[in-house]
Nanobody, 126 residues
Framework: QVQLVESGGGLVQPGGSLRLSCAAS????????WDWYRQTLGKQRELVAS???????EYADSVKGRFTISRDNAKNTVFLQMNSLKPEDTAVYYC????????????????????WGQGTQVTVSS
C-alpha cells in the first residue's frame, strides 16, 4: 500500500509561479516513473508531466516550456515547478506512478498504480 500527499498549491496571478510537491510512503523500493496529472470539474484527469529513472521527461503540449518535473529518489518525492501560469492551468493536481517496484515485485500500468491522494488545488486568477 502506498500513500500520496500532494502539497504546494494555492492562488496565484497569471504569469506567476508555484512549486508542487508530492511525497509517497509505503511499500516502495523504487519509482521508475513519476507522473503529474490535473483535473478540472467535469473533465477527465489529464497527464501533465512524467519523469523516468535516468531523468527523461515528457510534458503535455499545453505546459511545455513552462512546467518542469523533477524528483528526489531518496525521499520518494516528485516536484512540479510551474512558471508563467495561465488561468487554464487552474485544476486539482495529483501525482502517481505508472511503473514502480515494491518489496514484492515490479508493476507497470497505463494509468496510475496507486490510490489517488487528495490532490492540491491550483487556481490562477487575477
Amino acid at each position: 500500500q502506498v500513500q500520496l500527499v500532494e502539497s504546494g498549491g494555492g492562488l496565484v496571478q497569471p504569469g506567476g509561479s508555484l512549486r508542487l510537491s508530492c511525497a509517497a510512503s509505503g511499500n516502495i523500493f523504487s519509482v521508475n516513473e513519476w507522473d503529474w496529472y490535473r483535473q478540472t470539474l467535469g473533465k477527465q484527469r489529464e497527464l501533465v508531466a512524467s519523469i523516468r529513472t535516468g531523468g527523461s521527461r515528457e510534458y503535455a503540449d499545453s505546459v511545455k516550456g513552462r512546467f518542469t518535473i523533477s524528483r528526489d529518489n531518496a525521499k520518494n518525492t516528485v516536484f512540479l515547478q510551474m512558471n508563467s501560469l495561465k488561468p487554464e492551468d487552474t485544476a486539482v493536481y495529483y501525482c502517481n506512478s505508472r511503473e514502480y517496484c515494491s518489496a514484492d515485485g515490479c508493476y507497470k500500468h497505463p494509468n496510475g498504480l496507486w490510490s489517488w491522494g487528495q490532490g492540491t488545488q491550483v487556481t490562477v486568477s487575477s
